[in-house]
């Protein structure tokens, strides 16, 4: 029986132990809500006063943030501005140092032709006086013997004479002068003309070479070779005596350009390589330019055309062996093919004639130079070029106002 007992009451001890047991459990946790509340307060307001502050102050941080992310910002800007600075600079010290290898260069020409016995030019031996001078350009008339008309008429016109000229010179740094060479005849009634000319005017740069219409590639040489032994200029051009130009805007026009070394400017064209012989611009060498039909390579138009001094200066030491071809622009052109040369083609520099570069002047562009293409100049440019400038001309005061 005892064991019987036993054996029905530790089932019962058991069901009571487990009831206790969730009993207690759920004590304790209403004991845990209890003590949890009792624990939980609510923040002073000098707590909530603090915490908004460090808001604020945080909010501060962060407009500090946007301040600083907005002069972020701005950067770019001025980065772009040194990096621009620093370009400049550095085509200010590529064209320092091409004026110097081309100087260099020509001082061991001239060394070579004192050491192997040829002679110097006159033209070369120039005063010191004169090359402490800087200019900025000097603008060669290429003219003919038979052109006193057409010399006249620019002289009326677009070239200042006499004190004008002076102090166009000795004020705004640009020297005009006609090119011509001699004749076949040295010394003859062609040539004492023109000494009698330039006695009156003094506007003339004589060249050692025998003048004609086929010789102009060798006479561009020779112009070159000339006037940068005489004027250290930062710009040397070359214009024709039909051609009407206005000498203000074409200094503003190349003082955008002086900073960069080997610069060549003109109105850029392709043409056909005429390989037919008798027509006029007659290619004898057309074979050189590949298959008939082809064009040339992109050269300035020889109405106009203006280089740097390295590039002048590098015509002159190698004049010897540049290569002429039947015409003078193609071979101004040739010159410079395989050269680091930067092309600009300002189209400025070809108006037509009234009224395109009428209106062009009245638009507010005006016209570096001007001419008709069907003639390759001024057509009748001895009696039109008046005209031309009346109503395309800058104006007086442009010239004498410009800051190049």
Same mark, same amino acid.
């Given at each position: 029986?005892?064991?019987?007992?036993?054996?029905?009451?530790?089932?019962?001890?058991?069901?009571?132990?487990?009831?206790?047991?969730?009993?207690?459990?759920?004590?304790?946790?209403?004991?845990?809500?209890?003590?949890?509340?009792?624990?939980?307060?609510?923040?002073? =307001?000098?707590?909530?006063? $603090?915490?908004? /502050?460090?808001?604020?102050?945080?909010?501060?941080?962060?407009?500090?943030?946007?301040?600083?992310?907005?002069?972020?910002?701005?950067?770019?800007?001025?980065?772009? #501005?040194?990096?621009?600075?620093?370009?400049?600079?550095?085509?200010?010290?590529?064209?320092?140092?091409?004026?110097?290898?081309?100087?260099? =260069?020509?001082?061991?020409?001239?060394?070579?032709?004192?050491?192997?016995?040829?002679?110097?030019?006159?033209?070369?031996?120039?005063?010191?006086?004169?090359? %402490?001078?800087?200019?900025?350009?000097?603008?060669?008339?290429?003219?003919?013997?038979?052109?006193? %008309?057409?010399?006249?008429?620019?002289?009326?016109?677009? @070239?200042?004479? +006499?004190?004008?000229?002076?102090? @166009?010179? !000795?004020?705004? +740094? &640009?020297?005009?002068?006609?090119?011509?060479?001699?004749? =076949?005849?040295? +010394?003859?009634?062609?040539?004492?003309?023109?000494?009698?000319?330039? $006695?009156?005017?003094?506007?003339?740069?004589?060249?050692?070479?025998?003048?004609?219409?086929?010789?102009?590639?060798?006479?561009?040489?020779?112009?070159?070779?000339?006037?940068?032994?005489?004027?250290?200029?930062?710009?040397?051009?070359?214009?024709?005596?039909?051609?009407?130009?206005? &000498?203000?805007?074409?200094?503003?026009?190349?003082?955008?350009? $002086?900073? %960069?070394?080997?610069?060549?400017?003109?109105?850029?064209?392709?043409?056909?390589?005429?390989?037919?012989?008798?027509?006029?611009?007659?290619?004898?060498?057309?074979?050189?330019?590949?298959?008939? /039909?082809?064009?040339?390579?992109?050269?300035?138009?020889?109405?106009?055309?203006?280089?740097?001094?390295?590039?002048?200066?590098?015509?002159?030491?190698?004049?010897?062996?540049?290569?002429?071809?039947?015409?003078?622009?193609?071979?101004?052109?040739?010159?410079?093919?395989?050269?680091?040369?930067?092309?600009?083609?300002?189209?400025?520099?070809?108006?037509?004639?009234?009224?395109?570069?009428?209106?062009? =002047?009245?638009?507010?562009?005006?016209?570096?130079?001007?001419?008709?293409?069907?003639?390759? #100049?001024?057509?009748?440019?001895? !009696?039109?070029?008046?005209?031309?400038?009346?109503?395309?001309?800058?104006?007086?005061?442009?010239?004498?106002?410009?800051?190049?």
């Amino acid at each position: 029986m005892s064991y019987k007992s036993r054996g029905v009451e530790q089932p019962s001890k058991s069901v009571v132990s487990r009831n206790w047991a969730i009993l207690f459990c759920l004590g304790s946790f209403c004991a845990g809500l209890l003590f949890t509340n009792r624990m939980w307060t609510v923040p002073e =307001a000098k707590d909530i006063t $603090r915490t908004t /502050g460090t808001g604020n102050e945080k909010l501060n941080l962060v407009s500090d943030g946007c301040e600083q992310t907005h002069n972020i910002r701005r950067e770019p800007k001025d980065i772009m #501005g040194e990096v621009s600075k620093t370009h400049h600079a550095i085509q200010t010290l590529d064209k320092t140092i091409s004026n110097l290898e081309m100087e260099l =260069a020509a001082a061991r020409a001239a060394q070579e032709s004192i050491l192997n016995g040829s002679p110097i030019s006159d033209n070369v031996k120039v005063s010191e006086s004169t090359r %402490k001078r800087k200019y900025l350009m000097v603008i060669g008339v290429n003219t003919a013997f038979s052109s006193r %008309k057409r010399r006249d008429s620019v002289r009326a016109t677009w @070239m200042p004479q +006499g004190e004008k000229r002076k102090k @166009m010179e !000795e004020e705004k +740094g &640009i020297i005009t002068r006609f090119v011509i060479g001699h004749s =076949a005849t040295s +010394g003859g009634i062609l040539d004492k003309a023109i000494e009698a000319e330039d $006695r009156k005017h003094g506007d003339f740069l004589r060249l050692d070479h025998v003048e004609g219409y086929l010789e102009l590639s060798a006479k561009t040489k020779i112009y070159f070779a000339t006037a940068v032994a005489l004027w250290d200029a930062d710009f040397y051009i070359k214009v024709d005596d039909d051609v009407h130009v206005n &000498i203000g805007t074409l200094g503003t026009t190349l003082a955008r350009h $002086r900073s %960069k070394p080997r610069v060549y400017i003109g109105c850029m064209k392709s043409g056909p390589v005429l390989a037919q012989k008798g027509v006029r611009y007659h290619e004898p060498e057309y074979w050189k330019f590949g298959e008939e /039909g082809n064009k040339y390579f992109r050269h300035a138009t020889g109405q106009l055309y203006a280089v740097s001094k390295d590039l002048a200066t590098y015509i002159s030491i190698n004049q010897h062996v540049l290569h002429k071809y039947a015409n003078e622009d193609v071979s101004l052109g040739a010159w410079f093919i395989g050269l680091d040369v930067e092309h600009i083609d300002d189209r400025r520099l070809c108006c037509g004639t009234p009224p395109d570069c009428e209106w062009k =002047a009245q638009a507010g562009n005006v016209c570096v130079a001007s001419f008709d293409w069907s003639c390759s #100049g001024i057509c009748k440019s001895a !009696e039109r070029i008046k005209e031309v400038h009346q109503r395309c001309g800058e104006g007086e005061n442009a010239l004498w106002n410009a800051v190049f």
